[in-house]
Structure formats: structure tokens, C-alpha cells
């Protein structure tokens, strides 16, 4: 299968998934690969370019011109399987062993949910979480599709992923927007804060109407995990935002360690996911 764009981009992907699951956040009783700080691992070296990339170019004049080019949602109109089926071509032809992995891990996500009875919508989820980069195929760099987010107009976390690269950022020099609250006001909830632009606050703009509020939690902001794992920026939060905290915190170890040996039968899930995708959004969805 021939990708259409970002070519070098789904390597840069993976590889930064497999960097979170192994040395950032490792499974519950399993140690970090390597300290990920050690600059001498050059095993590394791409993970590390994409963070730096990331922490220089998303400022809070970026976010904005992003959000006012996509939160339009008038490119496409799809339906979530032909959404999937889209996501599917940023498979790298490079890699045979990698067909279809996208999907992948998108379904072992919602069938590891399934098996642990959770209701239906968090099942779905599993099962959309991602959609959202789909903004690849739209000829965006992985640095502002993947990742994990932070909220941009305030001070960055040190608990941040290689916060050193911040230094880099504009906006750490711009007193409007470097102290610790920034453009904020103290407890004014997520939803006013403009969080680092990616595929979680995309999907969660084009799946907003459909799907409960501790879904929408989850797929918005499953990727900050400044929040959901170290526990900062509590000061912009709202009572709403920390009683949805703990949805987000059960979404997470279903999309890192969901990774099962044998892999869901798509053709065999099919049906299930048709009907159930069918219970909460229309046939077309605009993206
Ligand atoms: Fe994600
Ligand atoms: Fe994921």
C-alpha cells in the first residue's frame, strides 16, 4: 500500500509510542528499558529530534493558527471505517511486518476494554482514539499530530518529556504567556485552556456531539500526560476536569499496554464494531 504523504512520518510515530510504553511510562512492574535522558543512546536519536522539534514550534500562536485551519471540519466526510481505512495508508510499505497497524492497535485497544466489561462507549474509544491522525494524510508532520500534549499560553511542566527543549520555545521568553498560569485565570477549567495541537483535540472537536462527556475526556486529552501520569497543572483545572481525571487515567494502560500476541481478527470483529459504532455516530462524520 502507497502512502500518500509523510514519508518518513510513521516510523517517527512508532517509534515515539514504543519510546512512551518502554522508558517513559513502562507497564506496572516492569523497569524502564534505559534512563531516556541518557543523551549517549543514539537509538534514540529520532524520538529525540521529534521532541525538540515539537517543544520549539508549538507555541501558542501556532495552536491557534491550527485550530482556525482545521476545527473547521470541511475536508472530508467519513464514515469511521472509511476513516480507518484512511489511517491504514500510513502504513509503512517499507516494513511488511507492520500491515495494517494502525487499525491494530486501535482494535486491540477496544477489544482489551471489551474484555474487562467496560460499558459500550468506552469500548468505542478504544476503537476511535486515534483517528484523529488522520491529520497526517492531510500532509501534517508527525511534531504536531503525535506526542503527548501540554497546554500551550503558561508556564511548561518540568514533568514534560525533555522539558530542556522548551528553551527553544518563543513563548518561554514572552511574559504574557511564561508564568504560571500565563493567559489563564487559577482553576479555570481544560476546556479554556488551548492545549499543544495534535490528533487528540482534533477528534475530540469532530466526535463532540456524539459520544458521553468521560469519552470525550479521554480522547482529548489521552495524550497529556503531564496530567493524567505527573499529576501537574492541577491549578488550571476545575472540579469537572478532576472528576473526569480518573477516566482518563483508566483509558491510558488500554492504549499502552494493550499489545496482545494474538492479533484481533478485524474481519471477524466487523459486525460487532459495525453495530456498535452505528449506536452513537451518523454514517458520515465531517473531519
Ligand atoms: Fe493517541
Ligand atoms: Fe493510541
Known sequence: MKKPVAADG?????????????????????????????YDSPARDSVRRFYEENHRKQTYDFVLGKRAEFLGLDRRQMSVFEACDFLNTLVDDSDPDIELDQLQHLLQTSEAIRADGHEDWFVLVGLLHDL?????????????VVGDTFPVGCQHSERIVYPEFFSQNPDSRDPRYNTR???????????????????????YHVMKDYLPEPALYMIRYHSFYAWHREGEYDHLCDEHDREMLSWVQKFNPYDLYSKSPQPPDWNQLRPYYSDLVAKYLPAAIAF
Open 10 to 38: 510513521h516510523d517517527v510515530a512508532e517509534a515515539w509510542e514504543e519510546f512512551v510504553q518502554t522508558q517513559v511510562y513502562p507497564e506496572p512492574g516492569a523497569k524502564a528499558k534505559e534512563d531516556y535522558r541518557n
Open 132 to 144: 484523529g491522525k488522520v491529520l497526517c494524510l492531510y500532509g501534517e508532520p508527525q511534531w504536531c
Open 181 to 203: 498560569l500565563g493567559v489563564y485565570r487559577e482553576g479555570c477549567g481544560l476546556r479554556n485552556v488551548l492545549m499543544s495541537w495534535g490528533h487528540d483535540e482534533y477528534l
